[in-house]
């Protein structure tokens, strides 16, 4: 019996699994041939590159008339604030003219904007993030075969400077540390995809029978709690669901994937809120985390560069960055506030560096940039005064080739949630519409859609 | 006549508590709030570990710190949730815990029986670990279907590694993940002295009275006191009180209050700038909470003394390196050593000590507003309101004109809707200007003399002893200790229908002289402590607004 093996591999020779009779146990890296007609790749395994939703945050927002021009449309018009960001400026859209309505909300400074541009609803009162925020509702879509269903990192040392919530009682608190991503990610439970002798650890089996007794004990204790008990603790059982869904892909050999490749372990280095202590791990964690993403490790991330009431530092220097935006006097000839528009220009070259991490990463005939769709936001517009209205917002990245990029979008004063809503939109969310109040929205912004 | 009732209902309780032991003299009537569900806090976790498998041990991991509620973490902890991340933490940690304990070498001290075979399952003995752990970490005794649960774990576990131990590891993970173990979840009985009425089982407050006073699970003797049904008797839970405030564990409950209720796990993230402040690092961090803590107990447990002289007193302990901060001499080649304070020396209290002087500053520069506003909410329990969003800070900047914080801070009251709240805060935290951000005694700030004079209530001085002696003399500092220290009991924010029980407590408390112990007893003893009403049924959107609105309600207590 003779098979005539194709002289091309055909998508569904490997979709069958199958080349000349034989199974396909080892797959096949990225080849021209399994990019579909909208040049998404097509994975060796014959599902799609996945699409990767992350957000990137950073604290105090910008200065007023110093980080972008007034002109909208193609074409990015960066200015001295977001200089480093020039060599993405096709890569990325800019936001402006959002706004942030409060239906006679107070406004909580460093705290009211962000939690309506990331749950759609604007807190009643101090911690309080009643909705989850929208990375959380996209990881839950797209997350499902990834390791990690998402990976949270804070540059700032404090694991609780985080921006992403499942609830007021289950925020995704943050990895602060190198070595700590590194050994979370890479550590001694990481399959490496390009290696031939995968064996599935035999504890990983033994460990789901244990975590399914978990899981049965939990229903027994929930079925003794009221109504509202059960939904205090809701998100311990969703923690247990994907704990178990995890076990379960790490039995699997993960598809050989070229463009992972595994990291040597950082040292140990400082954590904390001196501003070049902040770049410096902003850096070492982002090279690690394009790594994860490229390595399938998870396909939702969240990266606070720093925090809302920015406490970041220059060594010596008595003031806080937050404390500087309110402190610190207009320059009478240049018109802004010098050192705090200096942190400011910082933030963004922090955010150029994570965008231009992805955009080196090559996947298939792209990026890894172009697989991904990064949100950006800040917590507030002009510090100074606490401005809620035009919050800098950015998106970096093609998310697979549906979205469009290079454009400077015009808000005209719709709500900020617009931005949101049309990120999950693109990340395939069955969503009608998002946002309580006046800051529901049910209208994607076309603009940017392709 | 809804007076009357509620006074006959009251004096109903009163007489059937009376003749359940005998009702507190003068305990007025309470009407409890629903059973809480509490998320372990992270030294609860670590005590239990502790007290069950002993300080070798060890626990590495990241623990998610609840939000505050009330100015507690262990009311915060009644809204806590797990989050996939933690979970994965708490799985990391349990398998951790786990190996250690069944370690070869340790094995023998926890299980005491020994398996027919090493290599396969023994029902046995594997139930008689797994039941008697349980128990601990349960903190009831196990089910006959909870137990075969774990031990059926167990049996899987050793039957396919062929090692009986691992089996007992693998269901100890587990356990150290149940929502059993992570969440403290109350629960209540109907009661057959009061029919109608609930009240918690007696495991439930077991391990209130636990958390309460070791803040940690109960142990086998508290255990068995709920078996015998003892703490349903006001003669039972006095033997028990009694027996714990005398256990050396009431130092690590006393410790968990204060370093709760004082904000000192915030050392963790404490961050100061080095250029400005050399003599500060990680290891000054853990010592300056060591400090306050090691003062407070031995004032309060070990000399129990008056509560108010930790505004005064000038006795502390002192390492090496916070010597050389507090520039006093030290010689000793121990790590702490008792000191005291010079008469002519600008420190008494825990106002002046380090902790409390770095955790309310800026890393670069100290802050009267921050130390003001710490003062008003920790130690007088009166929340100060967020500042407005809109202010403008022109008038503020100018720091050629403005030399010391004083000045800067005289401008900044020039803004009316700053005014109101700096106010409030400004003068209290001016007395402590003689002290940098690192608690440093400094008599100018940027070449101009420190004015420190200020005033609390009306009451006018100089300087932070001085502060202290108006702390000492302040009723809001004994009614702040007396609610916070029977929320954190409780697990709940006070409400109005809780006020007569506190302003009772307090009465009991002068006249117990201030002392701590003699109040945590008349907490743990009261029936207020133990009360609880049916949990509501309300949809949860109404329950929240209406949490809101009793906590708004409290703000003005």
Same mark, same amino acid.
């Given at each position: ?84 960001? &020039? ?63 998402? &990976? ?299 | ?557």
């Amino acid at each position: 019996m003779t098979f005539l093996i194709p002289s091309k591999p055909t998508r569904r020779s490997i979709l069958r699994g199958t080349l000349g009779g034989a199974a396909v146990s080892v797959a096949l890296p990225f080849l021209d041939c399994f990019l579909d007609s909208r040049g998404a790749a097509i994975a060796a395994t014959g599902a799609p590159v996945p699409v990767r939703f992350g957000t990137w945050f950073w604290g105090l927002g910008q200065t007023p008339g110093r980080a972008i021009s007034n002109k909208m449309g193609a074409g990015i018009e960066f200015l001295d604030e977001c200089k480093a960001l &020039i060599p993405h400026r096709d890569q990325l859209n800019y936001f402006s003219n959002f706004n942030t309505p409060l239906d006679g909300k107070s406004s909580l400074v460093h705290f009211t904007g962000w939690v309506a541009a990331r749950t759609g609803e604007a807190p009643g009162h101090d911690r309080d993030v009643r909705l989850p925020t929208l990375d959380v509702l996209i990881g839950d879509h797209v997350g499902a075969n990834s390791r990690f269903r998402s &990976i949270d990192i804070s540059c700032t040392g404090n694991p609780k400077d985080t921006y992403s919530f499942r609830s007021a009682g289950a925020p995704n608190t943050a990895e602060v540390s190198p070595i700590a991503l590194y050994t979370r990610v890479f550590g001694s439970e990481f399959v490496d995809p390009n290696k031939g002798d995968f064996k599935p650890d035999p504890n990983i089996m033994l460990r789901q029978s244990v975590l399914s007794a978990v899981s049965e004990k939990s229903k027994k204790f929930v079925s003794s709690l009221g109504a509202e008990d059960k939904a205090r603790i809701d998100q311990y059982f969703t923690s247990i669901r994907q704990l178990e869904e995890r076990l379960a892909l790490q039995l699997k050999k993960p598809p050989p994937n070229e463009a992972c490749s595994v990291p040597i372990a950082p040292g140990e280095g400082p954590i904390g809120t001196e501003v070049g202590v902040v770049q410096s791990n902003h850096k070492l964690m982002t090279d690690l985390l394009v790594l994860a993403v490229a390595c399938n490790q998870t396909r939702m991330f969240n990266m606070a560069y720093s925090d809302s009431t920015s406490s970041l530092r220059m060594p010596g220097n008595t003031q806080t960055h937050h404390n500087i935006t309110h402190e610190e006097p207009t320059d009478p000839k240049l018109g802004y506030q010098v050192q705090s528009s200096r942190f400011a220009t910082w933030s963004m070259e922090a955010f150029a560096y994570f965008v231009d991490a992805f955009s080196k990463m090559r996947e298939g005939d792209g990026s890894l940039l172009d697989n991904t769709l990064i949100f950006a936001n800040s917590d507030t517009s002009y510090a100074r005064i606490h401005l809620n209205d035009n919050i800098p917002m950015m998106t970096a990245g093609k998310a697979g080739g549906r979205i469009k990029t290079g454009i400077h979008v015009d808000g005209g004063g719709n709500p900020i949630t617009r931005v949101g809503f049309t990120a999950m939109q693109v990340m395939g969310l069955p969503l009608e519409s998002w946002g309580t109040g006046s800051l529901r929205t049910s209208k994607a912004i076309s603009e940017i859609i392709a | 006549m809804k007076a009357i009732r509620t006074c006959f209902i009251g004096a109903v309780l009163c007489l059937t508590a009376f003749a359940l032991g005998g009702c507190g003299p003068g305990e007025p009537e309470t009407h409890g709030s629903p059973p809480t569900i509490r998320r372990l806090t992270e030294s609860q976790y670590r005590n239990i570990i502790r007290d069950i498998f002993g300080s070798s041990i060890k626990v590495i991991a990241r623990f998610d710190t609840p939000e505050r509620e009330y100015g507690l973490v262990s009311i915060g902890a009644g809204k806590a949730d797990v989050a996939p991340s933690a979970l994965e933490r708490y799985d990391n940690l349990a398998r951790s815990i786990a190996a250690q304990v069944i370690e070869e070498k340790r094995r023998d001290s926890f299980v005491s029986c020994r398996p027919q075979s090493v290599n396969m399952p023994d029902e046995a003995c594997a139930k008689q670990f797994l039941g008697s752990v349980g128990r601990l970490l349960y903190r009831h005794p196990l089910s006959e279907d909870e137990l075969q649960a774990e031990v059926n774990v167990a049996n899987t576990v050793a039957t396919s590694r062929s090692d009986f131990y691992a089996g007992l590891e693998f269901a100890l993970s587990g356990m150290l993940v149940t929502p059993t173990f992570l969440f403290n979840a109350e629960a209540a009985e109907p009661d057959p002295q009061r029919p109608g009425m609930e009240r918690l089982t007696a495991y439930s407050k077991a391990t209130r009275l636990s958390f309460l006073l070791w803040n940690s699970a109960p142990d086998d003797a508290l255990l068995n006191a709920a078996e015998k049904g003892e703490l349903h008797t006001r003669a039972g839970i006095s033997r028990q009180v009694d027996r714990m405030l005398a256990s050396p564990a009431i130092e690590t409950g006393v410790r968990s209050f204060f370093e709760d209720m004082l904000g000192l796990d915030a050392v963790e993230k404490l961050a100061k700038d080095t250029i400005i402040y050399p003599a500060f690092s990680a290891s000054v961090a853990t010592d300056i909470k060591e400090q306050t803590l090691r003062t407070l107990i031995d004032l309060l447990v070990f000399r129990n003394e008056d509560y108010r002289n930790i505004f005064t007193s000038r006795h502390t302990f002192m390492s090496r390196q916070l010597a050389m901060i507090n520039r006093v001499p030290i010689e000793t080649e121990k790590k702490w050593v008792p000191f005291e304070f010079a008469e002519s020396d600008p420190r008494a209290g825990v106002q002046t000590q380090l902790s409390f002087l770095q955790l309310h500053s800026h890393p670069g520069k100290s802050s009267p507003t921050l130390r003001g506003k710490a003062i008003r909410e920790i130690l007088l329990c009166q929340p100060v309101p967020p500042p407005p969003a809109d202010v403008n800070f022109d008038t503020f900047n100018d720091p050629i004109v403005a030399k010391t914080a004083r000045e800067r801070l005289t401008a900044h009251r020039a803004n009316p809707s700053c005014a109101g709240c700096h106010k409030v805060m400004d003068p209290i935290g001016l007395t402590l200007e003689n002290f940098d951000g690192l608690g440093q005694f400094r008599t100018a700030e940027g070449g101009a003399p420190i004015d420190a004079s200020g005033e609390l209530d009306g009451i006018e001085f100089v300087g932070g002893a001085a502060l202290g002696k108006a702390l000492h003399d302040n009723p809001a500092t004994i009614s702040c200790l007396v609610t916070r220290l029977y929320s954190y009991g409780v697990g709940h924010i006070p409400t109005r229908r809780d006020r007569a029980f506190i302003t009772y407590l307090q009465e009991r408390f002068a006249a117990e002289g201030y002392r701590v112990p003699a109040l945590l007893r008349q907490i743990a003893q009261s029936d207020a402590f133990f009360a609880v009403s049916k949990p509501s049924r309300k949809p949860l959107e109404e329950l929240k607004s209406a949490a809101n609105s009793a906590h708004e309600q409290e703000q003005g207590l």
